[in-house]
């Protein structure tokens, strides 16, 4: 089926990088936190295969930064997440589930603290910003919470810290993974981070004042031509190729951190102050009844996956494929699926109802291809 | 500009009507609370002039109902608006702004009370359960927070409640406005309320059983076919020139209720628990810097209002306008716009720089068509 129009208004934000975005002939967006996220520029295969190979530019604006400070700032993030978060560096980047009380996923984020007293929280889809501040004001915490005016522009590929050193200089390389430094933009200081949501490598500019973004944008564009910079976007191919999970299509508030693969991230043997500790303690205990794998599904190319598809393992409900895409570097279609107990150990053969009729499918690790 | 293609998944929520909608035409959706919102069929025009003059089948799922029970259900709706909720008898329904600490916009759902010790608040487009949910654990509040799973579907039009009673019986028609009732779909009892995202009259079905969607959209387009019924959806042009209000669209978080004309419903007067009341009594005694108000620009159609379009007033700054669509019925441009004080009187000639060049405008009382 072809894709719907998306009808678009001051509600579903557009950035500073939108009249850029359009020019550079964006074809789809998605909605994402209340925002215009670009989903495909030439096709989703082609930009896959670009991002493998050169270097794009990403507007991930969307990728809103909560902004967390004041003296319990630390005590509240520490309460929203059960990853250790109290050791920390200034310049650090770690992902962080959030967590309700009952340890159910609430969001994703790449927790940055920028500064020593400071944090932001780089949010998957959902308002989270909403339930910290919620929480801090029941709590009568000394923590602010509020959506900073910073729009994340991603610079991903294989080539991208080539073109990052030729437009601010050396001392990028100098960046390590998860790290913070600082670039400038018409003398102007901006942080960078060497992260992203690909496997090609790269980094992300944390745009904080908006009508450096077309400037910005030029100048990447421009000193990137030999190495075939172009527009991007967060590839569905890519990311089930490499394993990076989505909020709201690989887990929801139904799941939790263990079945999501990210028990390790949980650090149940430190002292937490995580409102969810004690639920999370006791599934660490239980074992989570299900968890995300790949899988592998036979036949041409699979449909978009719209919602759950559900995969059967001789003839009893299995579990679900939650997102999926064909690859033609696998030469398969490559997926990720929550399977429950039993029927995701790698090589088990499964069933999956896709749109069009049931399905052949092997069970696999993550990522697909590393 | 053309609308843009919307990239679907499962965050991008399906609902159990999606499939009717598709089946009915739906050229466009919006996303909204992560779930889709059709929201063109014909084109904006013929869905409003339709709308107008019979009936319409609205899938709007993406209305999330916020469940709240609980001892402390009423105590944590109270802390969250400042409309009066102790009052609220079962079976009504109240437009209740939600703010935060300092009284600032986060939502403006409607608030039902389906039972004795039960609310929904039936929520515009941002994750408000979850802020509620933070501050009831914050404060250790004895209240549940859950999206249920319901999907109301609105019937609207002037002819919906000829249709509402064919299908099932005369009862519908003593459902007084902003009141619930009772149907049975194959015996099934769903909730039914006399409201709705039009000015045109109608009813919304809060559906809580997915299996029943196809046949309830079945069966009212069955028994409404010589009303005319058919799909639409919230309706950009009726919905200005009724002066109905979107969040995220005429107001965000940076604005008050006060601004948003909404000031007779705090009720100040009264011993209220909002945690916004001192700041909303400031804000009364202060008076608002800025409200809502109408406009109409001169000048052909206008393109759809993306981001905030200034507004300015002998050649200072006025405001923006932040809602705006072509009224065949109106004959002119009719808009929704936040202006500050002193420039809001109805006559007074603002010019409005929207795309494609500046327009001359005067400032009106919402609704535009009463």
């Given at each position: 089926m072809q894709a719907p129009l998306l009808s678009v208004s001051r509600r579903t934000r557009r950035t500073p990088f939108t009249d850029r975005v359009e020019a550079a002939g964006v074809q789809a967006y998605t909605v994402y936190n209340h925002m215009l996220l670009p989903t495909v520029f030439e096709s989703l295969e082609a930009d896959a295969a670009h991002l493998k190979r050169h270097v794009q530019l990403w507007d991930?604006?969307?990728?809103r930064q909560i902004e967390v400070r004041g003296p319990d700032a630390t005590r509240l993030v520490e309460l929203c997440t059960p990853r250790e978060i109290s050791s920390m560096d200034t310049g650090q980047c770690r992902y962080s589930p959030i967590v309700d009380e009952g340890g159910r996923m609430l969001n994703d984020p790449v927790v940055i603290?920028?500064?020593?007293?400071r944090y932001w929280?780089?949010?998957?889809?959902?308002?989270?910003g909403l339930w910290m501040d919620g929480l801090a004001r029941g709590m009568g915490l000394a923590a602010e919470v509020e959506e900073a005016d910073v729009w994340p522009l991603a610079v991903q590929g294989p080539r991208a810290e080539a073109l990052m050193q030729r437009v601010f200089g050396e001392g990028v390389r100098g960046i390590r993974f998860f790290r913070c430094g600082r670039v400038a933009v018409a003398d102007h200081p901006l942080r960078v981070s060497r992260s992203g949501f690909s496997k090609q490598g790269g980094f992300e500019i944390y745009l904080d004042r908006a009508e450096l973004a077309e400037p910005l944008w030029d100048t990447l564009l421009e000193a990137g031509r030999d190495l075939q910079v172009r527009a991007g976007g967060p590839n569905l191919i890519e990311r089930i190729e490499s394993g990076l999970l989505s909020y709201g299509n690989d887990?929801?508030?139904?799941?939790t951190p263990y079945e999501c693969g990210l028990g390790a991230l949980c650090r149940l043997d430190k002292e937490l102050r995580c409102i969810a500790t004690d639920a999370l303690r006791a599934e660490a205990e239980r074992g989570p009844r299900r968890s995300l794998t790949g899988l592998r599904i036979d036949g041409g190319p699979v449909p978009v996956c719209r919602e759950p598809w559900r995969v059967t393992a001789n003839g009893t409900r299995a579990g679900s494929v939650t997102s999926a895409a064909w690859s033609p570097d696998c030469g398969t279609n490559v997926a990720i699926g929550m399977l429950e107990c039993g029927h995701g150990e790698p090589g088990t053969r499964v069933r999956v109802e896709a749109p069009g009729g049931s399905r052949s499918a092997t069970v696999c690790h993550l990522p697909h291809r590393g």
């Open positions: 991930v604006s969307c990728q603290k920028p500064d020593a007293d929280v780089s949010i998957a889809d959902t308002d989270i887990m929801t508030r139904a799941n």
